[in-house]
């Protein structure tokens, strides 16, 4: 058979190479170089009708032999190759599930309403609950029930924001009214915060605003003295603001009688150490127990209201109350 290619050989060489092929383009390289239309054996098996009559038979079961053996090889290293691809595609597109997510602009609470939540806190857990009043009151309300008649200077105009005509109605000037709703309310024991906004016609610098938040309490209970409310008052600032001094002296309220203002020390934005005056605060006046028909034989009590954004000033030594109300991302991020 002299002539004619060993196909056996031709066969087995190309099936190693097959087997070998790393991947699905180098395969197909091989189909095409192995039985495409150039290829050695389909050369052969269209030429064998020209062989002499005795070689058809032999050479053509060869040839066939051939052709089965590599197609068998490349379809088996097809197989292979395409499982190995998709493997390898899982592996890759596999969602990696401890990525971080997409951030989203979130928002954060004002350093006032974060004070205000740490403020209701320590009180909650001191057993005091949270009450709540309008910030359009009754001048009954915010004034002549606390013990501060027609004619003080608190209640003339330049105090106080009237709403509408006369000035039966105003912007509460503080959250003292939220007292009177809440004896109103109910008999004693009292023993209740009232944290809200306030109106006052301040002209404004860095430690005043025309509107401003106040957390107002009130304990009426049998008994109550001057030790209770300065001892409620030392707890509540050490708890909120750490070791601080605090500084109480006398001052004058209307609804309280003896009356004090509390000071703690802060540095201002020149750098100065001073009292900022926090709160306000006192033995509740008789004539307030009596407007509100509790008996002042009876019953004591005493009342405070802080300054809920000078205390936020300095818990975070925020030297301009303005910055508060600004709206300025840059300085409302520092508190996120
Ligand atoms: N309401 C007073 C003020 O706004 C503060 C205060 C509250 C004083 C309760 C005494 C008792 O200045």
Not at 22 to 49: C, K, N, Y
């Amino acid at each position: 058979m002299s002539g004619i290619p060993d196909l056996t050989a031709l066969a087995t060489d190309a099936v190693a190479e097959i087997a070998a092929a790393p991947d699905l383009q180098v395969l197909e390289a091989a189909r095409v170089g192995f039985l495409g239309r150039r290829a050695p054996l389909t050369d052969i098996l269209g030429s064998i009708g020209t062989l002499p009559p005795a070689d058809r038979g032999p050479v053509g079961k060869a040839a066939n032999a051939a052709r089965m053996a590599i197609e068998r090889a490349l379809e088996e290293r097809r197989e292979v190759l395409e499982a190995e691809t998709m493997g390898a595609a899982l592996e890759a597109e596999v969602a990696d599930v401890t990525l971080p997510g997409n951030a989203y602009p979130l928002g954060a609470l004002n350093p006032i309403t974060q004070v205000r939540l740490e403020v209701e806190d320590i009180f909650l857990g001191m057993g005091y609950s949270v009450a709540d009043g309008p910030e359009v009151e009754s001048a009954y309300n915010n004034f002549t029930a606390l013990n501060t008649p027609e004619g003080h200077p608190a209640r003339s105009a330049s105090d106080t924001f009237f709403v509408g005509q006369g000035d039966s109605v105003l912007l509460r000037t503080q959250t003292s009214p939220v007292q009177i709703r809440t004896m109103q309310a109910g008999p004693p024991p009292v023993y209740v915060i009232a944290p809200g906004t306030v109106y006052r016609r301040d002209d404004v610098d860095a430690t005043h605003s025309p509107m401003f938040h106040q957390v107002e309490g009130l304990a009426v209970d049998e008994g109550l003295t001057f030790a209770h409310l300065k001892g409620t008052i030392t707890v509540f600032l050490t708890r909120l603001l750490g070791d601080r001094e605090v500084r109480v002296i006398p001052h004058f309220f209307p609804f309280t009688e003896p009356s004090v203002d509390v000071s703690v020390s802060w540095t201002d934005r020149h750098g100065r150490t001073d009292w900022l005056e926090v709160a306000g605060a006192g033995m509740v006046d008789p004539n307030v127990f009596t407007a509100v028909g509790y008996d002042p034989e009876r019953w004591t009590g005493f009342a405070f209201g802080f300054g809920l954004d000078r205390i936020a000033m300095i818990r975070h030594g925020i030297t301009d109350i303005r910055m508060l109300y600004e709206g300025d991302l840059r300085f409302l991020e520092q508190f996120s």
